[in-house]
């Protein structure tokens, strides 16, 4: 199988589907000519041409309100918002249009758009470019959020996400870009949505971490593992609609529970889980469920700060250990 | 106007009941006479027919705790109204509530104090039999987590108690038997008794069973004794209830009939003025019903004397529990062949241990003394019982 990073897993998946349906095409800041703001497009424009592979003016709204347009007319568009802090510009659009559409035209039409958007979580780049907001948008009806971790995932839930006639929010990480994993050279090689990952099999404490949280939950999880405790690692990969059943079904196991996210803890994504954990799960539970999450207060600019921002490998091995006392 | 549904008072003794079925919806219509709900009480279940019509609006959940006289529902003249109904005063159901509370709900403890044990410590350690809050924490804050319980049971010898809810008829005769020790000041008379005569009717009797019909047992022949002496000493035949003293017009004598968990005890009525052979037939019949379930409350209801044969067991003598309201309970022994002086001679006579329960309260020490004299002459000589033939 030949190995891709997640950069390229991602450019694979929209050629591959691009060439499969000459309906599916994409717009957005830069991705033709410059080849993507962080090179997430590149040869794309050569292979497809400039009908189907578009530069758009500096307008979040616009992009995105062009999109539920052609989605609406029947094509399946792939829309780039650079960072996802962006989406405050076109949450109109992304709330009350395209989440909506199925339910307002009772189904005539259909909304088969893919957003595609980054996280930039600890690049220090400041507040209005270091947020993680899958539990905003996962808070609405009708929009499916989906965060993988790894190429192999990006890619088989991005063609699914192209491939599924409701709107998906697509959300990478920058940092992720340069990792590498081996992927099946199949052009129906697919990963449903809505369906989590055990990245990692234990039978102590189940910790629950998304997007670049999963990277430092496997860390701590073999660095526990010589101490003896035995960690499962379940990673959602959906935001919403999120895999339950996959994570009952381990915390039912393990009965302790630790929620890892990048985002913050009110009214959040960990906030999400335990509240479920603690309907599905409760007399299974020999320990409260833990959550940990960067403090609620906007990203400051600059690296220096990152020992207090995100959770840690450190962090997630302390809180584990906690669990375990 | 609606018109309450209502716990009936179906035994004297009965003051709760648990609902156990509903056999109407809210909001459809019940006949008056139509059976409406089962409750479970003095040792039965029982079905309850409505005594009104309309349309029902139900207050009382299933498997709830209710006094006589609870209002659980209420009938109302247009479907309607009953849908619209709130339910009864409130006064009803506080009352139930805290019945319920009473038995179900843990001592409540003040927050600062409680035992700390997570959700699958506590599971387990109900599965397994052990109180929870009993043992020594190693969690945060003193809190039993599930390893503080795994280690008490990995210390275990066996599997440990098993563990079911009091409930159902073994909760019924449990309250009963709390009942009568807490309510009756119960004092225990034993009379040995020459059975010879008895033997030799019963033998009589067995070797006429074609022509009689039906197959006569000790138990007939004392039962018929007990209620010939009952019909001549009323004192005995009577109950304190309340307030009064009740002497009863009948002579009704409960048999106890061990089921295969449990004990029920249903009644023959008037055994004073009914043949050997009709006692046969009805004990019978009685104990078949019994064990089969079919027994109804009429069949266990008016008892005024109960009589208990533990003989079958092997037993001699054994110190009987009174069944509320009755006054006397006559347990009766193996019939055995002891070495016995007569007329200054050693003789080898059947002899049997009678052990009578009286309530002292209203049967002094002369009174039972000669109720058991009258007994035992009767039972020794079984045909002066003729001398009494109408």
């Not at chain 2, 156990?20 to 079905?47: M, N, P, Q």
């Not at chain 2, 498997?63 to 009938?75: E, F, K, N, Q, S």
């Amino acid at each position: 199988m030949p190995t891709k990073t997640y950069c390229w897993a991602i450019i694979d998946a929209m050629r591959e589907e691009m060439a499969r349906d000459d309906k599916v095409f994409l717009m957005g800041e830069d991705v033709a000519a410059a080849g993507g703001a962080f090179g997430a497009s590149r040869g794309l424009l050569d292979a497809f041409g400039p009908i189907r592979v578009r530069d758009t003016p500096i307008s979040e709204e616009i992009i995105v309100g062009m999109g539920v347009g052609a989605a609406m007319a029947g094509r399946r568009p792939i829309v780039e918002i650079m960072f996802i802090d962006f989406l405050g510009l076109c949450l109109d659009q992304i709330a009350n249009q395209a989440a909506k559409s199925h339910y307002i035209y009772d189904g005539m039409f259909k909304m088969p758009l893919v957003i595609r958007t980054s996280s930039a979580v600890e690049m220090g780049i400041g507040p209005h470019h270091s947020q993680a907001w899958e539990a905003l948008v996962g808070h609405i009806p009708g929009l499916k959020v989906v965060m993988p971790s790894t190429p192999r995932d990006a890619k088989g839930l991005l063609k699914s996400a192209i491939r599924d006639d409701n709107p998906v929010i697509f959300i990478e990480h920058i940092a992720m870009h340069r990792i590498k994993e081996e992927i099946e050279d199949d052009e129906d090689f697919l990963i449903p949505i809505g369906k989590a990952d055990v990245k990692r099999a234990g039978s102590d404490v189940s910790v629950v971490a998304s997007g670049l949280m999963v990277a430092r939950a496997l860390a701590a999880a073999e660095r526990l593992a010589g101490d003896g405790i035995s960690v499962e690692v379940i990673d959602p990969r959906t935001i919403s609609p999120l895999d339950f059943d996959t994570i009952s079904a381990s915390v039912s196991k393990t009965s302790r529970c630790l929620v890892v996210s990048s985002s913050h803890k009110n009214f959040g994504f960990g906030s999400e889980v335990a509240a479920e954990i603690g309907e599905r799960c409760f007399f299974d539970l020999d320990q409260p469920v833990r959550r940990l999450s960067p403090p609620f207060t906007p990203a400051p600019f600059g690296r220096q700060f990152d020992q207090f921002l995100n959770p840690d490998t450190d962090a997630i091995v302390a809180a584990v250990r906690d669990l375990m006392a | 106007m609606a018109h309450d549904v209502t716990i009936p008072k179906l035994g004297l003794t009965m003051v709760d009941c648990t609902l156990t079925g509903w056999t109407k919806a809210d909001g459809e219509r019940v006949e008056k006479g139509e059976v409406l709900f089962e409750i479970e009480t003095d040792k039965i279940t029982s079905e309850v027919e409505a005594d009104g019509a309309g349309f029902l609006r139900r207050f009382a959940e299933v498997d709830t705790l209710h006094t006589v006289g609870a209002v659980i529902g209420a009938l109302y003249e247009t479907k309607a109204e009953a849908l619209a109904a709130a339910g009864p005063g409130a006064a009803a159901v506080v009352e139930v509530a805290a019945e319920v509370a009473r038995i179900e709900a843990p001592v409540a403890v003040a927050r600062g104090q409680r035992k700390r044990v997570s959700p699958l410590a506590r599971r387990i350690a109900q599965g397994a039999g052990i109180d929870p809050g009993g043992l020594a924490g190693t969690g945060a804050q003193g809190a039993v987590l599930r390893r503080d319980v795994d280690a008490v049971i990995a210390g275990r010898v066996g599997p440990g108690p098993k563990r079911r809810p009091l409930a159902g008829l073994r909760k019924t005769i449990a309250r009963n038997m709390m009942q009568s020790l807490q309510m009756t000041a119960q004092m225990t008379a034993f009379a040995r008794v020459d059975m010879a005569e008895v033997v030799a009717l019963r033998a009589s009797c067995v070797a006429n069973e074609a022509e009689l019909g039906v197959r006569v047992s000790f138990t007939d022949i004392v039962l018929k004794a007990c209620a010939v002496v009952l019909a001549r000493m009323p004192d005995i035949n009577s109950s304190i209830i309340g307030d009064e003293i009740v002497t009863w017009d009948a002579v009704n004598i409960g048999l106890a009939v061990s089921l295969e968990d449990g004990l029920i005890v249903p009644v023959i009525k008037n055994a004073d003025r009914k043949s050997l052979v009709e006692i046969a037939l009805e004990r019978i019949d009685l104990a078949v019903r019994a064990r089969a379930g079919q027994l109804g409350r009429e069949d266990m209801a008016g008892g005024t004397f109960t009589l208990s044969n533990f003989g079958s067991y092997g037993g001699d003598f054994e110190t009987p529990l009174l069944n509320p309201p009755q006054s006397a309970i006559l347990g009766i022994g193996a019939i055995t062949d002891e070495v016995v002086a007569r007329d200054g001679q050693i003789v080898i006579r059947p002899m049997m241990m009678l052990s009578m329960t009286f309530d002292h309260r209203l049967i002094d020490g002369a009174v039972a003394g000669r109720f058991r004299a009258e007994l035992r002459a009767l039972l020794e000589k079984p045909a002066t019982m003729l001398a009494g033939l109408r």
